[in-house]
C-alpha cells in the first residue's frame, strides 16, 4: 500500500487526485503501477486502476492478470471495479472507502456480483487512514 501511496503522491503533485494503484503478480512482485492522470492527460479513463491493469496487460502480453492483486489507495469506482473483473484479478486491497462512488463495497459492490463471471476477493481498509488523509490533504489544499 506504501507504493500505491507514492504513486499517489504523484498524482497530487500533477494537480489530479491523488489515488495510486499497483498490480502485483502471482508471487508477489511489482507488475505495474500507476496513479491518477486524467488532468494531465484529458483522458476521462487514465484513473489509477485501469492505467496499472493497462500497463500489467502490456507486460505480460496477457489481458487475463489471473493470479494477480490490486492495490489502491481509495476503493474502485463502477467503471475501475469492471476492469478489474473484465481483467480477472484474484484480489482488490483498498485503502479509504468512497461512500460516494465506491464499487466494491460501499456505495455498489461490482466487484463481488454474484450475477457476473468472476468475483475477485476484497479486502478494504489497508492503510486507510493514511489514505483518507493523503485525499483529505489535497481537496482541502484545493
Known amino acids: 500500500m506504501r507504493l500505491a501511496m507514492d504513486e499517489a503522491a504523484r498524482a497530487a503533485e500533477a494537480g489530479d487526485v491523488p489515488v495510486g494503484a499497483v498490480l502485483l503478480g502471482p508471487d508477489g512482485s511489482l507488475l505495474s503501477a500507476g496513479h491518477n492522470e486524467r488532468e494531465a492527460t484529458g483522458d476521462p479513463t487514465a484513473h489509477?486502476?485501469?492505467l496499472a491493469v493497462r500497463r500489467a496487460a502490456l507486460k505480460l502480453g496477457e489481458w487475463?492478470?489471473?493470479?494477480?492483486?490490486?492495490?489502491?489507495?481509495?476503493?474502485?469506482?463502477?467503471?475501475?471495479?469492471?476492469?478489474?473483473?473484465q481483467s480477472r484479478?484474484?484480489?482488490?486491497?483498498?485503502?479509504?472507502?468512497?461512500?460516494?462512488?465506491?464499487?466494491?463495497?460501499?456505495?455498489?459492490?461490482?466487484?463481488?456480483?454474484?450475477?457476473?463471471?468472476?468475483?475477485?476477493?476484497?479486502?478494504?481498509?489497508?492503510?486507510?487512514?493514511?489514505?483518507?488523509?493523503?485525499?483529505?490533504?489535497f481537496f482541502r489544499d484545493r
Open 89 to 137: 484479478v484474484d484480489r482488490v486491497v483498498f485503502g479509504a472507502l468512497d461512500e460516494k462512488a465506491g464499487a466494491a463495497g460501499s456505495l455498489w459492490d461490482v466487484v463481488r456480483d454474484r450475477r457476473l463471471n468472476h468475483r475477485p476477493e476484497v479486502i478494504q481498509g489497508v492503510l486507510e487512514r493514511e489514505c483518507s488523509a493523503q485525499l483529505t490533504a
Open 64 to 85: 487475463r492478470l489471473t493470479g494477480c492483486t490490486l492495490v489502491v489507495t481509495l476503493e474502485p469506482c463502477t467503471m475501475c471495479a469492471g476492469a478489474l473483473v
Open 48 to 50: 489509477a486502476e485501469v
